[in-house]
């Protein structure tokens, strides 16, 4: 739930991207992608018998039965995958402490799944981050804001004491201040706590690790000029939805689809009273204002409650705005969050009055008919109508029939034979002419579609799940898609892309 309460940023906090010019915004060394082709770091390191060892180490590391103590050094120790190969780095790795040999701690996004155990005491090295996400643990975390040095985009910035390591910061697509991080670099250093050694550190060969975090894959990552024509060492991919029942449609057309919905309802178009069954009007319900009330947005309007993150889903409520021509109103709590991140046309929507606005922020949890019940009382004189909207990947199910098991030109080809309306969000069970909750297959992962587009039109050495890794059957399920991705990827050609069909989506 949002508490209600107001915020202060200093000036200094603000302006965290400053701090960036302690960096040096350079041309990363070169390397030779020959080299990088016939030889994979990650062989050696991670090859049959010793990759199943490293996975049982990294499981023992995220025991959920670990219990700080002296035996144990009072730290829970930091699997191999949140420390690069042979480089004194870690990613989202905050909950494991300092780290041995770590010197730089970077962190993807403002999500409590990644900062687990960031907080106001943090004193174990400088945090990198884009400039919106320093801004957020600043202000929800209370991290002092001397460990954070905010990077930024787009730029390659050697990162000090890493041994000439620079990083590139490339939006995820998945909350505001998301990002990739493409590092590259040299391996130096064996550090973290894996018993699992590097045999290149000391070598002249330069590395690219692609760390993805959270993120919604499309082709501007592909076709990105820091990623583009490289080949990458490896890749730390965001698996949360690597599985073919999850191959939901694309951001955009869901975000549209949104849109249309909630201009539709707002209009209360009389041809949806026509609809034959199975049709759209089939299932929205419209009620006419009373004539009293014609015209006065207060009493006669539809009121669209949107359920978010405590970031993330922005996208779906700014359309939703721009299509009723409304405010948007959240909790104090909500606000302060939102004003944190750089999107000066979001904050011209909010408003402090919730009757100013049709457009309501509530917590993704709060979408369900009960909840809205409640919630409608307070408004129930105002509005004609309480519509929820409840955008998450999880309430997508695949078609009846669909083959679990296909090939992938046959997972680029269905997908991309696909579209998505506002006719296909449908009324959850329950709903009313007054009260209707719309599940909606919307999220900012990858859909295991999106994660097959990205990895055939990338060339890499080595995938490296970082979602879903805690069974050997998950992990086993995943590496057998990306067996199938590089035996396809080595049948088309390391120049092989993927043909997409607009620059957002494949």
């Not at 801004?135 to 890493?162: A, C």
Request: glycine fraction near 6%; charged fraction near 20%.
């Amino acid at each position: 739930m949002f508490n209600q309460f107001t915020i202060h940023i200093p000036a200094e906090d603000i302006s965290l991207s400053n701090r960036a010019s302690t960096l040096k915004p350079l041309q990363p060394p070169a390397s030779s992608d020959r080299q990088s082709a016939t030889s994979n770091a990650y062989s050696v390191l991670m090859s049959s018998h010793k990759e199943n060892e490293a996975w049982k180490e990294a499981a023992v590391a995220e025991d959920r039965g670990f219990r700080p103590s002296k035996s144990n050094g009072g730290r829970r120790k930091a699997p191999f995958y949140k420390v690069l190969q042979g480089m004194p780095i870690a990613v989202d790795a905050f909950k494991y402490g300092t780290i041995p040999g770590v010197k730089a701690y970077f962190l993807t996004h403002a999500h409590s799944d990644h900062y687990t155990a960031l907080s106001s005491s943090w004193n174990s090295g400088p945090i990198y981050c884009s400039e919106g996400t320093a801004n957020l643990i600043i202000h929800m975390l209370k991290v002092d804001p001397r460990w954070v040095h905010p990077l930024p985009m787009d730029i390659p910035t050697e990162i000090p004491s890493t041994g000439g390591v620079y990083v590139s910061l490339i939006e995820a697509n998945h909350c505001p201040g998301s990002c990739l991080f493409l590092f590259e670099g040299k391996q130096t250093i064996d550090a973290g706590d894996s018993t699992f050694k590097s045999p290149f550190v000391g070598s002249k060969r330069t590395f690219r690790y692609l760390h993805c975090g959270d993120f919604r894959a499309s082709p501007a990552h592909v076709n990105h000029p820091a990623v583009k024509g490289k080949r990458i060492d490896h890749v730390y991919l965001d698996t949360t939805y690597l599985d073919p029942k999850y191959t939901f449609p694309p951001q955009p057309m869901v975000i549209s689809a949104c849109a249309e919905l909630a201009k539709r309802i707002q209009e209360d178009d009389s041809s949806l009273g026509q609809a034959q069954p199975g049709t759209m009007g089939a299932w929205v319900t419209t009620t006419r204002p009373n004539s009293n009330t014609k015209g006065k947005q207060k009493a006669g309007g539809v009121l669209m409650v949107v359920g978010t993150y405590s970031i993330g889903k922005e996208r779906i409520v700014k359309a939703v705005a721009k299509a009723l021509r409304s405010k948007v109103y959240c909790d104090s709590r909500k606000a302060a969050i939102l004003r944190c991140q750089a999107d000066p046309e979001l904050h011209a929507l909010l408003t402090k009055n919730p009757l100013d606005a049709q457009v309501h922020i509530v917590p993704l949890g709060h979408v369900n008919l009960d909840k809205l019940k409640e919630y409608s009382e307070k408004y129930k004189s105002h509005f004609r109508k309480i519509v929820g909207l409840r955008p998450t990947g999880w309430t997508y199910s695949p078609p009846a029939g669909t083959d679990m098991a296909p090939s992938i030109p046959t997972i680029i080809a269905r997908a991309q034979r696909s579209a998505f309306t506002h006719a296909d969000l449908r009324q959850g069970r329950g709903s009313s002419s007054v009260l209707q909750v719309y599940p909606v297959p919307y999220s900012e992962h990858s859909s295991f579609f999106e994660l097959t587009c990205f990895a055939m039109s990338l060339e890499w050495g080595k995938m490296i799940a970082t979602v879903n890794v805690g069974s050997d059957f998950s992990r086993g399920k995943m590496a057998r898609w990306v067996e199938k991705w590089e035996k396809e990827r080595k049948k088309n050609g390391r120049d092989y892309v993927v043909p997409c069909r607009r620059d957002d989506f494949w």
